[in-house]
């Protein structure tokens, strides 16, 4: 396993990663009457139309409410700043649509680092913990999937890293719980991880 500090690009969760935590699934789920528990787009996508595609309509407006609410997480702006200076490259998948991941990039002033291509969203490969958002944007970071870290908050992002072979981060909010079979690196804050990559 490349360690984390050797790693040559990241890859970013956005929604609890880049932004401070604000989306409360269990809220959304009970908003589109699935069950506590399921996972929402998984539990969409099996829905027969045209019920699935009202309930998607439903989920992106939700979202999309609560990306323009985004506030950025401490350190956000002064942690791509470094990463730009250092020329590591980084992206972001998402398992929130692209249009909605601008929106909250737009919210926290940190659009201008990203071009269209590096943010993924759950239109353009399949979600998270599916591998496949982190294999297509490793090769658009001209990396091998082990020389990426892939960064996030919850369980579907270490999922992926883990399945995908990177180097996976927790970033681990107070006592949220954790998941050491599938984190290689936990820190607490975007500062903290600043200081583990060395920048
Ligand atoms: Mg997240």
Redesign the pocket.
Known sequence: MTPLWACRAIIF?????LTV?QHNFDEIRDALGIPQGALILEHLAALPQPEQRDKRAELDAIELAIAKESQPAPGVIELLDQLRANNLPFAILTRNSARNAWASLYAINAHEYFSADLVIGRDEATPKPDPAGINLLASRLGQTVTNCAMI???RH?LEAGTRAGCHTVHIRHGDARVWPEITQTTVSSLEALRTELNL
Do not use: Y
Request: glycine share 20%; proline share 10%.
């Open positions: 969760d956005l929604d609890g990663t935590p996030g908050d919850f992002d």
